[in-house]
């Protein structure tokens, strides 16, 4: 089990890579029964799966396998697991529109670690769920939290060795897109790079620049999903004050990132 989880998220990192969720799927259906011996190496492959089906825009299977890791995690007593899962899942439920469900799950995670590094992701995931429903303060005021991120920190996980200045600048765009504040977002979100795993960035910074009619060369071609779908330019939809209120996903997400 945990080759076949390295081999996913191998696989994940290519950028020829496509419907990887299928295979991720199936892997985790021809994993043997949880025992006792292999809770902990179920809990990796769920996570990651969970993962790849987010990126996939496959949510409800999404969500599904991160309850799936977040409980075997807890049965093997894997906590850097069920942090990792938790993290996972404030941001996917933040993308289907589950605000209250998100910062709730992101005080859950902060209660599972003593890292200053981790707990800064959490106030991104924080930052990103207050955006998302207008709350300007409280989204600022987790960004200067999340700023913790680039400290240095013994004590954080192998796991977080992907945030650093150019994924905190990509949230902070998001966030600050979030709020209608365009220009500042759009002098925020870094540069492109050929990242694969930033390709939602990229999409989220070309959208904001097509929106200030500030995008001067050809329509960039996403891989992802996810990253298509941030992309593609949508209308602020009617009921979108009202959706924010009762946390529809689908009303809400066709207007913000």
């Known amino acids: 089990m945990r080759a076949v989880t390295r081999l996913l998220i191998d696989l994940d ?11 991720a799927v199936r892997a985790f ?53 069920e942090t990792l899962t938790l993290l996972n899942m404030a941001m996917q439920r933040t ?27 959490f106030a991104l995931r924080r930052a990103r769920a207050h955006s998302r429903m207008r709350r300007a303060a409280a ?3 987790a960004l200067d939290r999340a700023q913790a991120v680039l400290e240095d920190d013994d004590t954080a996980p192998p796991w ?14 998001a966030v600050l897109a979030n709020l209608g504040r365009l220009a500042e977002a759009a002098e925020t ?15 989220m910074r070309f959208r904001t620049l097509e929106a200030l009619h500030g995008w001067t060369g050809p329509t960039p071609v996403f891989s992802s999903p996810r990253a298509v779908l941030t992309a593609t330019p949508r209308a602020v939809h009617a009921a ?7 946390a529809a996903p689908r009303a809400v997400h066709t207007a913000t990132l």
């Open 139 to 141: 989204a600022l005021h």
């Open 189 to 203: 979100f870094p540069a492109d790079d050929d990242l694969r795993f930033r390709e939602v960035v990229r999409a």
């Open 160 to 173: 977080a060795w992907w945030i650093d200045e150019t994924e905190l600048r990509g949230h902070r765009g």
């Open 29 to 81: 259906r021809a994993a043997p029964p949880v025992t006792t011996a292999n809770a902990d190496a179920l809990a990796e492959l769920a996570e990651v799966v969970g993962w790849i089906l987010f990126e996939e825009e496959r949510q409800a299977e999404a969500h599904a396998h991160n309850l799936a890791a977040l409980a075997l995690a807890r049965h093997a007593g894997n906590r850097g697991i």
């Open 95 to 121: 993308h289907v529109g589950r605000f209250a469900e998100a910062l709730d799950l992101a005080a859950q995670g902060e209660s599972t670690t003593t890292s200053p590094r981790v707990r800064a992701m």
């Open 240 to 246: 979108e004050g009202r959706a924010v209120h009762t």
């Open 13 to 23: 990192g290519r950028s020829d890579t496509r419907d990887l969720g299928m295979l």
